[in-house]
């Protein structure tokens, strides 16, 4: 896409000095402006406290290019066009004061995005400021999660921001809406007759989806241990693809035709709740074990850590969706910390032909699988079964992989990062890959019947050596059913 599609702008980064904005969001609108996206009269203005900036934002910003943008995409040309458009301003976001002379730095720019990459709790703060001065009536503003930490603190959140932005000019993020498999997920559905006939408990036996992360906290304890695995990651990431997987053919490619159907999906998931909780749940938190042939630590050893804590760095949960599509399919969630690899992928289980005319030692052999790999090496394979080649092997059956593999597929062509097809999304307006307010709420809710049934039980998290792939209990969780967790080695 040309930049003349795109509207100029300015591009407030509240929280610019964080993690989140140096580590993703500079990184990505670089990547925008090298792919000739930015419109020439685009600026972004970096706005932070200044004690929690230790150095000079324009040093600052140029380190996060430098680690994490790969080194022969770090043209010269393109680096100083970038850094032409940088300005910056240190204020306290809740000083009504400091909106004054942000709304003089903005000037009179037709079109403002307001990135919070802040906690949530200053949301109001900054939505209060920047309607205070005016600005509000030409701002779109986008959300980082988590957007509270219940389904009563979500909606105060929320309720808080629609005080000053409509539904339409509110962009809330999940950056995994925004990766391009995905993306690719709505296509191979609804694109492809051969798939979209068989998506249903007609012709899958059951899907996984699995989060798994080789880090451990990383340094955020206070936040990490406040919200745990299930806030962190199912609550939104984990939700949002089975809502990807599960929903129905939307009517158009529109931003509410799709979230319609996500939030169906969500209304229709069932309750886990009293015995069932005991065997559809599994919580879970890592001792220390080794990472790569490292030895690694605890959580409850981690630096500033509570070594009483029972939050949970580990759920595998096994969901029902009510309806006709989905009857009896089951879906294997699964997330968590300091596990063997860095991997992220859904995989959908064909059943099997209904009669087996091939030799009986063979049946176990037979399946069809579809394994979408998100992370780290995105692409799509088709496991099929074929005859094994050779005049001596009889009908003997080996399953062979029809693969689609983007590094491949496309050459040279680079996958762009979640957050450069977010922040490209943003600018053009366009909301189909951002979550709506009552997809959040209805992700809360399934996940606050979750917690309160924990809580009433009263059960620790179950232990797990680091490097490994989760508590004994969840690999019982789905063998109960006669499955397997695909990839575990």
Not at 28 to 45: E, H, N, W, Y
Not at 124 to 130: E, F, H, N
Not at 205 to 233: C, N, P
């Amino acid at each position: 896409m040309s930049s003349e599609a795109i509207e100029p702008c300015t591009i407030a980064l509240f929280g610019a000095f964080g993690d989140l904005a140096l580590r993703k969001l500079f990184p990505a609108l670089f990547q925008l402006d090298r792919a000739g996206l930015l419109p020439p009269q685009t600026q972004v203005l970096a706005l932070g406290r200044e004690m929690a900036a230790e150095e000079p934002p324009l040093t600052l910003v140029m380190e996060a290019l430098r680690d994490f943008v790969p080194s022969d995409e770090l043209d010269q040309a393109v680096l100083d066009r970038f850094l032409s458009r940088l300005d910056w301003l240190y204020m306290d976001f809740q000083d009504a004061q400091a909106y004054q002379v942000l709304a003089k730095r903005i000037g009179q720019s037709d079109s403002l995005i307001a990135y919070f990459a802040t906690p949530a709790k200053v949301y109001a703060s900054i939505c209060s400021g920047l309607a205070v001065v005016g600005l509000a009536e030409r701002t779109r503003v986008v959300l980082e999660k988590p957007i509270g930490h219940d389904l009563q603190s979500s909606r105060a959140v929320n309720e808080e921001v629609a005080r000053y932005f409509p539904e339409e000019r509110i962009y809330r993020i999940d950056h995994y809406l925004g990766k391009e498999t995905v993306q690719n997920l709505i296509a191979l559905r609804f694109a492809n007759n051969l798939l979209e006939t068989q998506w249903n408990q007609n012709h899958i036996s059951h899907v996984e989806i699995t989060v798994a992360e080789k880090v451990g906290i990383e340094g955020r304890w206070g936040y990490f241990d406040q919200a745990g695995q299930l806030r962190d990651m199912v609550q939104n990431h984990l939700l949002q693809l089975l809502c990807l997987v599960a929903m129905d053919p939307p009517s158009d490619l529109s931003a509410d035709s799709i979230r319609n159907e996500k939030v169906k999906v969500l209304k229709a998931l069932a309750p886990i709740s009293g015995e069932q909780l005991g065997q559809q749940l599994v919580r879970g938190q890592y001792v220390s074990g080794s990472i790569d042939g490292r030895p690694v630590p605890g959580y409850l050893d981690e630096e500033n850590s509570n070594s009483k804590s029972d939050t949970e760095t580990f759920v595998a949960l096994r969901a029902e969706i009510r309806n006709w599509r989905w009857a009896g399919v089951p879906f294997y969630l699964r997330t968590g910390k300091r596990m063997p690899q860095k991997v992220s992928h859904i995989i959908i289980h064909f059943k099997d032909p209904a009669h087996h005319i091939f030799a009986p030692e063979q049946r176990p052999l037979i399946s069809n699988r579809l394994v979408i790999r998100l992370q780290p090496d995105e692409g799509i394979t088709l496991h099929v079964m074929t005859k094994e080649q050779g005049l001596d092997k009889g009908m003997q059956l080996r399953s062979c992989p029809l693969q689609l593999d983007f590094s491949d597929t496309y050459g040279n062509s680079r996958v762009p990062d979640a957050y450069e097809r977010l922040l490209l999304e943003i600018m053009k307006g366009n909301q189909n890959l951002f979550v709506r307010k009552d997809e959040i709420e209805y992700a809360w809710q399934w996940c606050d019947q979750l917690m309160a049934g924990w809580r009433r039980q009263g059960a620790a998290p179950k232990p797990y050596a680091a490097g490994t792939w989760g508590p004994l209990a969840s690999i019982g969780l789905i063998s109960r059913d006669g499955k397997d967790w695909y990839g575990d080695y």
